[in-house]
């Protein structure tokens, strides 16, 4: 499929709204709180998107969903796109000054929040004055706003879509980098169908009769992608779960409850599975027919233990926020454990060297990727656009050699990111927790791998007046800097593991050379 086989005038809402004809009556979505039918979801959509036509949102403005993984959360997205806006599903994991950057970045107009996130945005709420409106679902009283609830009741139930171009941009998706804020990536209309058609159908097989369950967010991209846009363009039906991947128990309660046929989830969660004793007694997973792994590579040893305790295959497959979706992937009876499989149709990938020559089968290069589905640039962004976007071709910033079966084998990331738990760590950002403690000189942070396989961040910290520090003063700063990074940062960006070094090495230009961390 390419973008030229859409019609001109295209908007992504179709991908709900051809169930419509055939399906209005099928279970579209499942949920503790609530299960809905196509049809039911549309009236809501439309509902919504007549509520945000009210206060004049219109074409390319952007509309914000901060909200766990509820049906509000999909009505809300849809709504947006079908009037010609840009919805923006916010991450929830961030801190107040990241949502501040991100209203004032996107210039959003609507913020539709869910109760239990809005103590953490609201303080910044008032001081975007291009924000007319917050919208709270679940708890009506809290902040004194408006309902979703009654923000849509009295609207009318039918709604026409906004006659958007198929290169109209229509969702922002924010992604970390190593230094500053997050980038907004925009995507427009026509790369939804691309994704679901390319990775949900051509790769993973979707069919009407499938039900998908992933623990990545709707937020994510790989979320979203795997759990709403792939079932829904095949008239499948979701399951959302709202709590934390973390807690196993509950993630495998749902499949039990909810009967999955598509697991997408992540190494991490893999991982954590694994480690539960018995779980396949104490769980029924027979619904399971196809596993997905993203976010970071899936160690083989990690394949291997689920295939052996479950009898499933998982299918690790790398897309990227740029991308939207999938572009390698390992295919059902075409697994290589540990690699990232193969580059899927509709999307080529190159290795080159920096200076951009092709390296040869077995040589670590530079992943480039190109596929219609790929973003333009990253939102006022000159810079690192330029960096990235280099014409057809993405620059991933993954590290990658191909062995001579053709198989991709991910190398790490030409940058200081590191993937944890599949998702985005800034060394930058744990450096600065380290260093608010008065006795650290300087530190620096890089990915260690753990007895799992899996990358999490390690750091090495000079301290002022080291020579002079006895080994018992060590242990009480240790236990110093751990409860610092637990008060500054989110589980999963918490270093593993600190060691104290005299000093960091250093290029003759005084630049820290990481990768000698790496090695120790
Ligand atoms: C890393 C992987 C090794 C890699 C994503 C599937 O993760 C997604 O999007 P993000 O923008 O991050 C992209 C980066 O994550 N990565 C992802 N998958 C793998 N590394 N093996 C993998 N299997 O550094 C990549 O550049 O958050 C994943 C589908 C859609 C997505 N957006």
């Known amino acids: 499929m390419k973008a030229a086989d859409l019609p001109t005038h295209y908007n992504m809402c179709e991908i709900l709204e051809h169930n419509l004809e055939t399906r209005a009556d099928k279970t579209a979505l499942l949920s503790d709180d609530r299960s809905m039918t196509f049809g039911e979801v549309s009236r809501e959509v439309n509902q919504t998107g007549n509520a945000l036509l009210r206060l004049g949102v219109g074409f390319g403005d952007c509309v914000a969903i901060l909200c766990p993984d509820r049906s509000e959360w999909v009505t809300a997205f849809f709504a947006v796109t079908k009037i010609g806006g840009v919805a923006l599903g916010m991450n929830t994991l961030l801190k ?12 959003t107009r609507v913020l539709i929040v869910h109760d239990s996130l809005l103590d953490v945005i609201s303080p910044v709420v008032e001081k975007h004055e291009a924000l007319l409106t917050v919208v709270v679902i679940g708890d009506k009283s809290k902040g004194g706003y408006i309902s979703f609830e009654d923000w849509i009741a009295a609207e009318e139930h039918t709604l026409e879509a906004a006659r958007t171009h198929r290169d109209d941009f229509c969702s922002l998706h924010y992604s970390s980098g190593t230094t500053g804020m997050p980038k907004g990536v925009l995507h427009s209309h026509k790369d939804y169908p691309l994704i679901a058609q390319l990775s949900g159908v051509d790769v993973f097989g979707l069919t009407e009769n499938d039900r998908t369950f992933s623990v990545a967010k709707l937020f994510f991209v790989y979320g979203i992608g795997g759990n709403l846009i792939f079932p829904w363009y095949v008239g499948a039906s979701c399951i959302l779960y709202a709590g934390s991947p973390r807690q196993v128990a509950g993630v495998l309660k749902t499949i039990e409850n909810y009967r999955p046929t598509t697991f997408v989830s992540v190494p991490t969660v893999y991982g954590a599975i694994l480690a539960l004793p018995d779980f396949t007694e104490r769980f029924n997973l027979e619904s399971v027919r196809q596993c997905l792994s993203a976010g970071e590579a899936l160690p ?36 290589r454990p540990g690699s990232s499989g193969k580059p899927i149709g509709g999307y080529e990938v190159r290795l080159v060297d920096d200076e951009g020559v092709d390296v040869a089968d077995g040589e670590t290069g530079n992943l480039m990727v190109r596929g219609e589905s790929t973003a333009l640039f990253y939102l006022h962004q000159y810079e690192k656009s330029r960096h990235a976007f280099r014409g057809e071709w993405l620059f991933t910033g993954d590290r990658y050699s191909r062995d001579a079966d053709g198989y991709y084998w991910h190398a790490g990331r030409g940058d200081d990111m590191l993937k944890v738990g599949g998702l985005w760590v ?22 260690h791998y753990d007895n ?69």
């Open 96 to 107: 107040t000054a990241e949502y501040d950057y991100i209203l004032g970045d996107s210039r």
């Open 452 to 520: 799992a396989q899996l990358l999490k961040p390690k750091a090495f910290v000079c301290l002022h007046d080291s020579a002079d520090r006895t080994a018992d003063q060590e242990r009480v700063l240790l236990g110093e800097l751990l409860k610092l990074c637990a008060k500054r940062l989110d589980a999963h960006k918490r270093p593993r593991w600190i060691e104290f070094l005299d000093d960091l090495p250093r290029t003759a230009t005084g630049k820290v050379q990481r990768f000698q961390l790496r090695e120790q």
């Open 426 to 447: 800034s060394p930058v950002e744990i450096e600065s927790a380290l260093c608010e403690h008065d006795a650290v000189a300087e530190c620096a942070v890089v990915g």
């Open 300 to 335: 083989a040893t990690a394949w291997q233990a689920w295939k052996d305790a479950t009898g499933l295959e998982i299918l690790d497959t790398i897309g990227c926020t740029e991308t939207y979706h999938t572009f390698m992937a390992n295919r059902p009876g075409d697994i």
